[in-house]
């Protein structure tokens, strides 16, 4: 009796990152019919051709108050960065503790504007208002920056000091002179980002671009906008110009005296704040109990905590993948298989020009076009973060060496060539942004999208600061688990 053996096929397994880029795509599918994307304004394209008329003849109002609000931006940018540096640095040497990984988790995961609200209330309107709400968020970024930047600086220049030299000798002579290059290249990058920040700190009243940016639109004087905005922009591009070795001493030095004024500080509004303002209403009025406090916690959990997370996680997931198709998009404008010199010099402009707009402001903009729905807020948060991703990829993407047989043509080439040798670190990017664009769903709650950012303003408007502030660290906790599902996903990719 005669037996037939069966050869089987192995059975073809989608490399990791392909797998992990469907399901989120799959994800984002799912999450469409959820989420409110419709044109709610009544004539988009009428106040779109007034856009485009200011954009064609920008004006700028009075020379005097735009000086103040440029130097307001820089002074705020510098002195909040500066801060966050040395507190930041000082964090890294010590985050291999929980503890302190836990404190840089938490202050980074809460948007500067977040900070902003929080310091408003017993600050006001004062320079430390806007000092705290930049360096206390970019110092958890830069302790754990800083710390991973150390940490891959290699060990054995570390083997050649003296028996007996401790940790700050081994950081001091070894690991800082090497790593020097990389800290350097990340601090100036972060202080792009935070000039961006400081100018929309002007939303909530500091004297920065934002607060005449607002200003100006909400008024319809759209040529002052385009003005403001392509001020904006030079002050970006140009950043590699006026900030120089000679030069960074003086704005340190001149930033404290172009911060303004403000009001007083009322130190009695401070010591309410802790001690009543932000402890539980149950708490307050007598009732201390686990029931009662915990009825409170459930109510607004119920009513407002899980609507907030559900609606922010509907938004940042299908931002998250349309930001993913923008930058695949995007990138190749700056390929030099793709265009030649002065081809991608029109692609780098574009690119400066969308990833230096802060979202808030572009979502800002889209809301009063489109109407109130989470479409403008889609496309502020993919054109943001995808033009971002897409100069990371497409520097990333100008290293690689084509190999002989690559093809001639360029959609070709594209498609089986650069994309599939670009495709690992453009997932990498975006596991990065992850976290962020979920940061930046949440704050645009307060122009009216009903994230969770919307209940913490709401809160806030009704003086309501212990809702608010268990809101924000319903928050900070969700940033804090995308940001550890990221980390268990990168390696698979």
């Given amino acids: 009796m005669s037996s037939t053996k069966i050869l089987s096929l192995p059975r073809y397994r989608w490399p990791g990152g392909v797998r992990t880029g469907l399901w989120f795509l799959l994800i984002a599918l799912i999450c469409l019919p959820f989420a409110d994307l419709e044109i709610s304004s009544m004539d988009p394209w009428s106040e779109l051709g007034r856009l485009l008329q200011g954009v064609i003849s920008p004006q700028l109002m009075d020379s005097g108050l735009v000086i103040e609000a440029l130097l307001a931006t820089l002074a705020f940018a510098f002195a909040g960065v500066a801060l966050a540096v040395v507190c930041g640095f000082l964090l890294a040497l010590a985050f291999h503790h929980t503890l302190i990984r836990a404190i840089c988790a938490l202050t980074r995961s809460i948007h500067e504007l977040f900070w902003a609200l929080i310091f408003l209330q017993f600050f006001g309107l004062h320079p430390l208002t806007g000092l705290l ?54 601090t ?52 590699k110009v006026w900030l120089r070795r000679w030069t960074l001493p003086l704005f340190l030095l001149g930033a404290p005296f172009f911060m303004g004024t403000g009001l007083p500080i009322i130190w009695g509004n401070v010591g309410r704040f802790f001690s009543e303002d932000i402890v539980p209403a149950p708490l307050r009025s007598g009732e201390a109990n686990w029931q009662s406090l915990a009825d409170w916690a459930g109510t607004i959990v119920i009513d407002q905590a899980l ?10 997931q299908i931002a998250l993948v349309v930001t993913g198709l923008f930058a695949l998009l995007f990138f190749p404008l700056i390929n030099r298989y793709c265009f030649g010199v002065a081809g991608r010099f029109p692609g780098h402009v574009f690119l400066v020009i969308a990833r230096s707009t802060p979202e808030y402001l572009l979502a800002y903009i889209l809301l009063q076009l489109l109407g109130p729905s989470m479409l403008p ?47 690992p670190a453009f997932l990498s990017f975006m596991l990065y942004r992850w976290e962020v664009i979920m940061r930046e769903t949440a704050i645009l709650g307060i122009l009216g999208i009903q994230t969770i950012g919307f209940f913490v303003d709401s809160a806030i408007q009704e003086i309501r600061f212990d809702v608010a502030l268990l809101l924000i660290l319903v928050a900070a906790m969700m940033n804090i688990l995308v940001d550890l599902l990221a980390r268990r996903i990168q390696p698979h990719i």
């Avoid at 972060?190 to 004297?207: D, H, M, N």
């Avoid at 609507?307 to 940042?316: C, D, I, Y």
């Fill in 188 to 239: 100036s990058y972060r202080l792009e980002c935070g000039i961006r920040s400081s100018a929309i700190l002007g939303f909530v009243g500091l004297p920065t671009l934002g607060y005449y940016l607002e200003s100006s639109f909400s008024q319809g004087y759209y040529p002052e906008v385009a003005g403001l905005m392509i001020l904006f922009y030079l002050l970006i591009a140009t950043k």
């Fill in 377 to 423: 807020a889609v496309i502020a948060l993919a054109i943001h973060n995808g033009a971002l991703i897409g100069y990371l990829t497409g520097r990333n993407s100008n290293e690689i060496q084509l190999r002989p047989d690559a093809p001639e043509r360029q959609l070709d080439r594209y498609f089986y060539e650069l994309l599939p040798r670009s495709y």
């Fill in 133 to 186: 709400a930049i360096a206390v968020p970019y110092s958890g970024i830069f302790a754990r920056m800083y710390a991973e930047i150390l940490g891959q600086v290699p060990k054995p220049p570390e083997y050649a000091l003296p028996a007996g030299s401790g940790f700050f000798s081994a950081i001091l002579y070894t690991r800082l002179p090497q790593a020097w290059p990389h800290l350097v290249s990340y």
């Fill in 307 to 316: 609507p907030g997370v559900w609606n922010t996680l509907l938004l940042s």
